[in-house]
């Protein structure tokens, strides 16, 4: 049973354009939801965290989290070639403080 | 300042060889963690240590063994290394604060057995 889906990709988008990025998950008790980065040999890094249903925004980035569809997705407005990187999708819930990871989606901005 | 950082950045051995990778945190957290990443770069979590006491033991052979001798430390001690062992391993910490909170990463340790 696979506890986080994501899109392997890779995913292709035009310089300016909105990429579009989903997830589900299977744990109906997860309470936190995160966006990582990773760009090719380096680390993850965090570019969105979001606890409640709804919307959130930072800047170019909006995260959308719907725990009744266990769906959470990551829309990146004006997407710039620095965009170009693996995105990783994970959730965290219960008492042991472990985050599940999707195995990410490859998204690469075309100039 | 370096947030996280894991020494060694590199590590090439020979199978067989015992190694051991070594993480500090910098960041005033009180849990850290060990995740492996493959060549098919899924990130899967090996150990968690909270205040010092391991809360997860994942599906990890016992050829690996963290240690943690304070909070701001996390090591990872692996024996008689086979070929599979090779992948990017990456430290993390993170302040519990009732829900599973950001997870800050290392630089990552490359480790090629040969």
Sequence with gaps: QKEVEQNSGPLSVPEGAIASLNCTYSDRVSQSFFWYRQYSGKSPELIMSIYSNGDKEDGRFTAQLNKASQYVSLLIRDSQPSDSATYLCAYGGGSNYKLTFGKGTLLTVNP | ?114
Excluded at chain 2, 12 to 20: A, E, H, I, L, Y
Excluded at chain 2, 34 to 54: G, R, V
Excluded at chain 2, 67 to 87: C, F, T, V, Y
Aim: contains cysteine; glycine residues 6%.
């Design chain 2, 1 to 114: 300042d370096t947030a996280v950082s894991q020494t060694p950045k590199y590590l090439v051995t020979q199978m067989g060889n015992d190694k051991s990778i070594k993480c500090e945190q910098n960041l005033g957290h009180d849990t850290m963690y060990w995740y492996k990443q493959d060549s098919k770069k899924f990130l899967k979590i090996m150990f968690s240590y909270n205040n010092k006491e391991l809360i997860i033991n994942e599906t990890v052979p016992n050829r690996f063994s963290p240690k943690s001798p304070d909070k701001a430390h996390l090591n990872l001690h692996i024996n008689s290394l086979e070929l599979g062992d090779s992948a990017v391993y990456f430290c993390a910490s993170s302040q519990t604060s009732g829900v599973v909170d950001t997870q800050y990463f290392g630089p990552g340790t490359r480790l090629t057995v040969l």
